[in-house]
């Protein structure tokens, strides 16, 4: 009797791990989809010479360049002044609630 209720519960974890695979293997097949049409959008354009590989590089550059610079100067003008901690019991500032 124990046997077999022992072999059920094996068969019945097997076909959720069955499961559990296929699920993982269809996950798997998406994001290799989603990597492989990245690749191939670039691709399509046709053969790059040179010139053109050059002229994609330098506007990808000043991209990142525009983008960094807009960053750094973003966080200088939000951060403004360091300002120390203070107690949320009494306001001054060196030390917290705990040690007030």
Do not use: F, H, P, W
């Not at 046997?3 to 993982?24: F, H, M, P, W």
């Not at 998406?30 to 670039?42: E, G, V, W």
């Not at 053969?47 to 990808?60: N, S, Y």
Request: hydrophobic fraction near 30%.
């Amino acid at each position: 009797m124990q046997i077999a209720t022992g072999n059920n519960t094996i068969a019945y974890q097997l076909t959720l791990v069955e499961d559990r695979l296929k699920s993982l293997k269809k996950a798997n097949q998406a994001l290799l989809k989603r990597q492989r049409a990245k690749r191939t959008r670039i691709q399509e354009g046709g053969t790059c010479t040179g010139d053109i590989a050059e002229v994609l590089i330098a506007e990808k550059e000043a991209k990142r360049l525009k983008r960094r610079k807009t960053l750094l100067e973003g966080n200088n003008a939000e951060a403004g002044l360091a300002t120390q901690q203070r107690c949320s019991n009494c306001g001054k500032t060196g030390y917290n609630v705990r040690t007030c």
